[in-house]
């Protein structure tokens, strides 16, 4: 296999790597779908892992003109996705610890196919896959037209990256509940509300980049700048007062 196929593999992979976290975005999940039983959690593992690499090729083929169709810009995205998560995050700070009662599991039949239906949209769009790795994406999206081999090739490199890079979001998602377990539930507890806390700090994060990034394409008023005035290079040609008889 060519070398640069390979290292197009290899970059897409390690560029969308930090921005999706694995390891730190894992308890956030968990978190997140802590009504749900253990196969449906691991259900919601994979649709968000597979929901991730193919949203994530979909932008990389279709991205720029998706947006400029739209007339939607990556700030105005980042707003919005850091809002949501904003919400959802201070949703998991101000969640009560849930009492055993005899609708307990109507609730959590309830709970689960709600869960199932946010699969894409929050999990998956912008928890997992938010506005950074959007932008990392469209920042790799191949220059040069499609018709020609080298463009394809780099599209298809690039995509095989975003879909390992996906794999690896399914990976650790399916297999930190075990871990996580075997800490305990004052642990589990713990590291709910420390990634709640950070998954708010993240939200508060993009608005503010979002925020930044509208103010720095804002239209500038143009500086008015008033005539110097000229003045005599030598004194000697300076007007001289008239002198009266």
Known sequence: MDNSFLGHVAFAWLALFPILNPPAMAPVFLALTSPVDEPQRNHLA?????????????LLLLGGWMLKILGLSIPVIAIAGGVLLFHSAWRMLNRETPRPTPEADDEGVTEGICMRNQAFFPLTLPVTAGPGAMAVTLAMTPRGTLLESATLLEFLAKTVGI???????????RYSGPLIRRIGQTGATTISQISAFVLLAIGVQIIWGGVKDLVVTLPTRPTVVAPAQSSPADPAQAVQPTRVP
């Open 46 to 58: 994979f649709k968000i892992g597979l929901y991730t690499a193919i949203f994530l090729s979909i």
């Open 163 to 173: 879909f390992l890079a996906g794999t690896t979001v399914f990976v650790f998602y």
